[in-house]
């Protein structure tokens, strides 16, 4: 019994990629050899125009005639009560797709259509633009940072037959398709690089989407991408050095700190103006990872005198440019820790001891020569940050709004020089 071989079934040629479905050529799958009756075998090209069922054979085509040849006649005899049945009104922005004894048609519409009772199943499909937002979440970035990111995107359909054939729940797949393709794209980028190429990276995401949506006759036209807050700060990992300017003095240090670190430095110290020589500030950046001392700067006075200078200078414009609340943990020298907040997020500000705005938008925590030293302008904030002396807890970018504060401060003091010099 066991005397003839065995032999293979007629495989598929996998040589030739493919894909099976609405979109496949009918052609290439009545060669011989193919194993036919799966379930998309000779469907109908809708999306070349062509709703030809070469699956139904003469007796069947025969049988449909007829059946569609009677319930014309009865929809005629019966006109003045089913008209108000079988006329359907399509307004411009939308198409009906009618499904006659259960195969799809063209679709129809604008205008008054013929929807025949019976063996006429039909549904409206709305071409107008539809919009969506994607509520941010988590992306890891390719340096390591965590940042929320969300997208508000727009689409419409281009194909009413597509839309209903290929997809069951088309605004919940898009909506999944849009965000897996979001974390997908972004998990490629760099934080820097998501921060300054937003709009060019939303048109790359709406070119991704469109890939996989456009067999649903489905078509996006934008995507806005919405940056939230750095939950994490890029961790150690591959950079391209930064290239500082020669003219400037005072930055060298920063070739040897890590490359995420150059890369914030390089973003805010281009926002804030620090880039430009300053005659009265001395600054030594040094590496974390350095066992070597850090510079002191010497300061004067104390953290109580510098809470009454910062309450003189606060005002409605300061608040405006600044639009946050922080929160201070000072620690002295004999291990005493004072907290202290400065509150530019409404009305014309305030600063004071203790915790009054609520929850701050950033804590910073120093010792208390090193925030005398950066509210006297010896010592910027991204300096301490970098070498470890300013640990912040928030936007980073928040945090470095205090420049407007510190320059302020330093413009009153120099006012009032130049008044002691008059007199």
């Not at 009618?98 to 709305?126: A, N």
Request: aromatic letters at 8%.
């Amino acid at each position: 019994m066991f005397s003839k071989s065995y032999q293979l079934l007629p495989q598929r040629d996998t040589t030739s990629p493919r894909t099976p479905g609405l979109f496949v050529d009918t052609d290439s799958l009545t060669q011989r050899g193919y194993y036919q009756g799966f379930s998309f075998d000779k469907i109908p090209n809708v999306s070349l125009n062509d709703f030809t069922d070469t699956s139904q054979g003469w007796l069947s085509w025969i049988c449909n005639l007829i059946v569609i040849f009677l319930v014309y006649i009865f929809t005629f005899i019966t006109f003045p009560i089913t008209g108000w049945f079988v006329l359907k009104t399509v307004p411009n922005y939308q198409r009906v797709v009618v499904f006659r004894l259960g195969r799809v048609g063209p679709p129809k519409g604008p205008g008054i259509v013929l929807v025949l009772p019976l063996i006429d199943q039909w549904q409206r499909v709305d071409l107008r633009t539809r919009a969506f937002n994607i509520p941010p979440c988590q992306v890891i970035t390719l340096d390591g940072g965590v940042l929320s990111v969300g997208a508000d995107i727009q689409f419409r359909i281009w194909s009413p037959v597509m839309s209903v054939l290929s997809v069951q729940d088309l605004n919940a797949s898009t909506r999944m398709t849009a965000q897996k393709a979001l974390t997908y794209s972004l998990a490629k980028k760099t934080v820097r690089e998501i921060q300054t190429e937003r709009v060019k990276l939303g048109e790359y995401l709406g070119m991704d989407i469109n890939e996989m949506t456009r067999p649903w006759g489905l078509e996006v036209d934008r995507v806005e991408l919405t940056l939230g807050s750095l939950l994490k700060a890029p961790g150690e990992g591959p950079s391209a050095p930064l290239i500082m300017p020669p003219s400037v003095s005072g930055l060298e240090g920063l070739t040897g700190l890590p490359g995420p670190i150059q890369q914030l430095a390089m973003h805010f110290l281009g926002q804030s103006g620090i880039l430009q020589p300053q005659k009265d500030d001395s600054i030594t950046f040094t590496d974390e990872l350095s066992s070597a001392p850090q510079e002191v700067v010497t300061t004067s006075g104390s953290v109580d005198e510098l809470l009454g200078r910062v309450k003189l200078v606060l005002s409605e414009t300061l608040v405006h440019q600044v639009g946050a609340c922080f929160q201070f943990n000072i620690s002295s020298e004999d291990g005493q820790h004072h907290s202290y907040y400065v509150d530019l997020s409404q009305g014309s500000g305030a600063a004071g001891a203790g915790s009054l705005c609520g929850e701050p938008d950033v804590t910073l925590s120093l010792s208390d020569s090193d925030v005398l030293a950066m509210f006297q302008g010896g010592l910027q904030p991204f300096a301490a940050y970098t070498s470890g002396r300013l640990q912040i807890q928030g936007d980073i970018k928040t945090a470095m709004k205090l420049e407007e504060l510190i320059k302020l401060l330093k413009d009153r003091v120099g006012n009032v020089e130049k008044l002691e010099r008059v007199q």
